[in-house]
């Protein structure tokens, strides 16, 4: 990836890692003594960590990079071996051949049976040898799913977690066909109201407590617990106390089985249907990077996307919950001259030859933060050809420790470098509102916002010559405009936003624009050539790359350096 | 275990395609004549033809795809949509109930499709959406001739398909499962 | 008035011309309706069914014993398909060539029926210097005539190939064009051995010749069978139907075709079929004529009987291509183009070059130089 914009010192060239020398799987491989746990800090390298380097994936349901260690699902028993000391000399034991001798893990009495050790969890040794995929090994693990499988109660026709269930896909890769389980199974209860937006099966839960620790350990919010004893452990919120936090659906993403599900995804469509988009989370400054789960052109949810230099592997509730207004029925469809729909080609000319027309000073433009890096920087040249004023609607919230920021825009940071507005925002709305009082300004383009509820009130409105609006939603700004051009969210555009950190971040295409709706940077690109400054980029690739070259924060960033997670740029 | 068949390589008059051709012509004129002659093989078998007599359907005979019914008239699908993923021409179209949808009909399942289509006119009969019924509540059954002035008229609804689909009297999964639950006393069970 | 201006013999030709073209093409349609009713029987009983048995108009099952016999034969069914033909919704897909799309049915049926203008389906209807040949076109190069019109054929099937800017249609029409000109080629050489035998072209003069002098299929066993299997290629039918072959080409060139255009291909083929039955009855069967009726009629009874001869030998020659076609399974592509080019065509030459010889041997004795 390319550093060129990245603000962060160059970091110090890291100490020698010192590596330990072991074998997985008869393989030799060296691999750090040490490497950051779930808080970062470094640690004695595990195990399962040893295998995954070595690119053997070790089956796991408790752990997770992003939780302390608990190790009590089993899972991830691994045989190993250890070199053989000579207790007198403490120098390793050589076969014949000149290797050192391996003494393989047993039971400490029966010397003939294999030892596991849980490789989440056990800390590797120089010399040591791993044997994840031997004989013994693989029984082990056959034998504890079988276990964590007695008392499931393999509803996977109804169970929301089918398709993505990790008990199912061990369940193929180590499980038994039938089961020898002939006793009745514990019943425990099912569809338990957990909270708000969690609904709890306590028959499909294999007890991992990744949910506890997330909620004790990330969330900070110490809420859930496991209730009686043996067969009959359940997890339970404190009585009368509802699990409720802002960070409750991170439980589900977490949850390994169908046992925590998310009330507003509950039974609307099944997982393998869905098409995973790369996306970044609108709802506040932060930028989470996210999933959507889309089929045929509707959103059905949005999944955290790990990101370390953004969201680690979280989101908010109140950010993945905030989707259902892309498929809103009263979504503007229609390209509308004077409120009689028209079509793309006639009003871009008509508004061309109005801007055209417009004597410089005479137009003002409100951009939204919430619009791409790209259509600002087009919206900037539009406005710089027309000698007109800029700015953009501040939008501020209560942040939290975590992830959610004060700013509730995704972009401002966009409109700042693209130079829509100052680092304050706002500061020109006033004078905006002034200036169609006094009638200096006639011509007012608006995209995404409605300013009638930022100090240009529909009264205002209705003395300007051309009011030209793109937007979303319907509100009274769109029923005002003489012209009204169908934007798209950003689930049906690709782009970029710039979070409050200053990463640069794109986002991809999940489903097709409703009606008539087009992506504000195409059509912002023709309305552009036709005023003779600029377009004549067929795809935001091109037009990104032609932004990165006019905005000096962006200098040197192409979209091909973007990858998944994004560059950090100078704000 | 490979096999190999010697083929005998062919002399030249048969290769002029002449013999091949004569023994052709013999068996074709042997069962034009026979039938000629008034031979009937439908009316040997003892049955007469389509219209007034129906096809006998044989066992196993892979008809429309319907929807059934347990034996206490509940719904058998959960909208588990694996039918739907798994049909070839995606003749089948489920949509499920989602987090306020109608609860099931049956106690102890949580869910039911809110509507199942079938588009017959798409259907192959291939019979994998009843293959990989998890609850056995789709089959194919013995209707062979679907007619419509429509196409909308070939796209059948939930209610139709459970109409036409009669009772299937199989394992009641979820109803045993849900009086085990309640036989166990440990937990406090719903019972509807 | 009526008599005179009936005795002039330009009247009286335009007239009668008139008439025949009229009664021949009345004739071949009704010929190609009922051979598509023959062959579905044909093919039924050959496969132990019954065939088409149920189209009835509404009055005839009233007719005692007839009626249901006549039903039960199917004859009801031709008028029955020709109105569904009529009554069925013609589409044109959107992504045809307009122009060429509808012109190549018209193209793919109007030779088979030029064809049939210089076959001699009759000695005459009456003795004396008046009497009316029973052809239309009496030509002295008609057997040109026939190849250069059948030719045509072709760009019919092409047209409809390439036209219909898809891809099954497509590879039909390519088909059949290789298929056709290699089969064309074969065809005409194993003709020019019948010419040199009887030293004439016009097709009137080959039936007179054997009349006199035996059927030609006894001089020319060869060509005749050179021919038949030719025009099996020709008109596409099986083992070569290619061009359309149901089982990988959905129809072939004719599959985006409906309704009556659809009909029309169907026509074309028939009518094809009855051109070549004509065309081989007239060259090797001995056309109107038997071993022992071989002089031209001298009455009006003479020449229908002499009419009826050809349409029996037509209607054999018809049963004989529907049966191979129940018989025969598809050649493949590669098969059919070898037995074209590597068989057929060396064994046409060799014939002309050994009936050439044979001939000049027996000129040469009979003239003794």
């Known amino acids: 990836m390319s550093n060129a914009a990245t603000t962060a010192p160059a970091p110090a060239a890291p100490p020698p890692v010192e590596k330990i020398r072991i074998r997985v799987d008869g393989r030799e491989i060296d691999v750090p003594k040490t490497l950051p746990d779930w808080q970062g800090k470094p640690q004695a390298t595990t195990m399962l960590q040893a295998c995954h380097l070595a690119g053997c994936e070790v089956p796991h349901y408790c752990y997770h990079p992003k939780l302390p260690v608990a190790g009590n699902c089993r899972m991830c028993l691994v045989e190993f071996g250890t070199p053989v000391m000579d207790p007198a000399t403490r120098k390793p034991v050589l076969n014949e051949d000149g290797s050192p001798k391996i003494a393989r893990s047993v039971l400490p009495y029966e010397p003939q049976t294999p030892r596991g050790a849980i490789a989440c969890a056990t800390p590797i040794s120089p010399g040591m040898e791993l044997y994840p995929g031997s004989p013994a090994t693989k029984q082990m693990r056959e034998a504890v799913l079988e276990s964590l499988l007695i008392n499931h109660p393999l509803d996977c026709p109804i169970c929301d977690q089918a398709g993505e269930c990790k008990l199912q896909e061990y369940s193929v890769q180590h499980g038994q066909a039938g089961s020898r389980f002939v006793e009745a199974k514990v019943h425990k209860p099912k569809a338990v109201d957990l909270g708000p937006r969690i609904v709890l099966d306590d028959e499909r839960c294999i007890l991992c407590t990744r949910c506890i620790r997330f909620t004790k350990d990330i969330a900070g919010d110490d809420a859930l617990g496991i209730v009686n004893s043996g067969s009959y452990n359940t997890i339970a919120t404190f009585p009368g106390r509802p699990f409720d936090n802002n960070y409750t659906l991170n439980t589900v993403d977490l949850c390994p089985v169908g046992a925590l599900t998310s009330k507003d995804f509950r039974f609307k469509m099944r997982v393998w249907f869905l098409r995973e988009t790369r996306s970044v989370c609108t709802s506040c400054g932060s930028g989470c990077n996210i999933t959507i789960g889309s089929r045929e052109d509707t959103v059905h949810r949005y999944e955290p996307r790990e990101n370390d230099a953004v969201n680690s592997s979280w989101m908010c509730d109140s950010g993945r919950l905030n989707y259902r207004w892309i498929g809103r029925p009263d979504r503007l469809q229609n390209v509308l001259v004077n409120g009689i729909k028209s079509t793309w080609k006639a009003a871009l000319t008509e508004i061309g030859s109005r801007l055209t027309a417009a004597p410089a000073g005479s137009v003002a433009l409100v951009a939204s933060a919430r619009q791409t890096c790209e259509e600002l920087y087009l919206l900037k040249r539009l406005a710089t050809r027309l000698g007109a004023v800029t700015d953009s609607v501040p939008r501020e919230g209560e942040g939290d420790r975590l992830l959610v920021a004060e700013d509730r825009n995704p972009n401002s940071n966009g409109a700042r470098l693209t130079g829509i507005c100052y680092t304050e925002m706002g500061l020109q709305l006033p004078r905006i509102a002034d200036g169609i009082r006094s009638g200096a300004i006639r011509t007012l383009v608006v995209f995404g916002e409605d300013v009638t509820l930022h100090g240009i009130g529909p009264d205002l409105l209705a003395k300007l010559e051309t009011l030209v609006v793109s937007d979303i939603l319907p509100n009274a700004t769109t029923a005002a405009a003489h012209y009204v051009l169908p934007g798209c969210a950003h689930a049906e555009k690709r782009g970029t936003f710039v979070n409050v950190k200053g990463r640069l971040q794109r986002f991809l295409k999940a489903v097709e624009p409703k009606g008539d709706g087009r992506p504000e940077a195409e059509f912002l690109q023709e309305l552009a050539a036709g005023l003779g400054v600029g377009g004549g980029h067929a795809t935001i690739e091109g037009l990104f790359n032609q932004m990165a070259k006019d905005v000096p924060a962006f200098a040197g960033v192409e979209w091909a350096h973007l990858g998944d997670t994004g560059v950090n740029v100078p704000i | ?192 | 008035m009526f008599e005179t201006l009936f005795s002039d013999p330009t009247v009286q030709f335009i007239a009668f011309s008139t008439v025949k073209i009229l009664v021949v093409f009345g004739v071949v349609m009704t010929f190609v309706a009922y051979a598509v009713l023959v062959e579905r029987k044909v093919s039924a009983f050959i496969q132990d069914r019954v065939g088409p048995n149920r189209t009835a108009p509404p009055f005839v099952m009233k007719i005692p014993v007839i009626g249901p016999f006549l039903v039960r034969c199917g004859i009801f069914q031709p008028m029955a398909d020709g109105l569904k033909f009529i009554l069925k919704e013609d589409f044109t897909p959107d992504y045809v060539r307009k122009v060429y799309f509808w012109l190549a049915p018209a193209i793919a049926v109007i030779p088979a029926f030029l064809t049939l203008a210089v076959i001699p389906f009759g000695s005459q209807l009456s003795a004396g210097p008046g009497a009316q040949k029973m052809v239309i076109a009496d030509l002295n190069v008609g057997i040109l005539y026939t190849f250069g019109i059948v030719s045509l054929g072709v760009y019919g099937i092409v047209l409809a190939g390439w036209s219909s800017n898809s891809k099954y249609p497509f590879l039909g029409g390519i088909r059949s064009s290789a298929q056709m000109i290699s089969y064309e080629l074969a065809m005409g050489m194993s003709v020019v051995a019948v010419f040199l035998v009887v030293g004439d072209l016009n097709l009137g003069k080959i039936v007179r010749f054997q009349a006199e002098h035996g059927w030609m299929i006894l001089y020319q066993p060869v060509a005749f069978l050179l021919f038949l299997v030719s025009a099996f290629a020709e008109t596409n039918r099986l083992p070569f139907d290619m061009p359309e072959s149901e089982s990988e080409l959905v129809g072939g060139y004719h599959t985006e075709y409906s309704s009556m255009k659809f009909a029309l291909f169907f026509l074309g083929e028939y009518a094809n079929m009855i051109a070549s039955s004509a065309m081989m009855v007239t060259l090797f069967l001995g056309g109107w004529s038997l071993p022992f009726l071989g002089e031209p009629a001298g009455s009006l009874w003479g020449g229908l009987l002499h009419l009826g001869i050809f349409v029996a030998k037509m209607l054999v020659m018809l049963v004989v291509f529907i049966w191979v076609r129940w018989m025969l399974p598809r050649f493949r592509y590669d098969q059919l183009m070898d037995l074209g080019w590597r068989r057929f065509i060396p064994l046409a030459l060799a014939n002309i070059v050994v009936t050439a010889l044979v001939l000049a041997l027996v000129d040469g004795w009979g003239k003794g130089t």
């Open chain 2, 1 to 192: 275990m490979t096999k190999v068949v010697d083929r005998k390589p062919l002399s030249f008059y048969e290769r002029t395609y002449v013999p091949a051709l004569w023994e052709g012509l013999k068996v074709t004129a042997r069962h034009f004549k026979r039938s000629v002659q008034g031979h009937n093989t439908a009316k040997e078998l003892g049955e007469g033809y389509y219209p007034e007599v129906p096809w006998r359907v044989s066992e196993g005979y892979r008809g429309a795809p319907y929807l059934v019914r347990d034996q206490d008239g509940h719904t058998k699908c959960v909208s588990c949509q694996l039918c739907e993923f798994v049909c070839p021409p995606k003749a089948i179209r489920i949509t499920p109930p989602g987090p306020d949808g109608p609860p099931a009909d049956r106690p102890n399942a949580e869910k039911m499709p809110r509507e199942f289509e079938i588009n017959m006119l798409r259907c192959i009969f291939c019979g994998l959406c009843q293959e990989v019924c998890p609850e056995e509540a789709i089959f194919l059954e013995d209707h062979y001739s679907l007619t419509g002035l429509t196409r909308e008229e070939m796209v059948f609804d939930k209610e139709r398909l459970l109409k036409l689909g009669g009772v299937h009297a199989g394992t009641q999964k979820w109803k045993n499962k849900l009086e085990e639950a309640a036989a166990q006393e440990s937990f406090p069970v719903a019972t509807h």
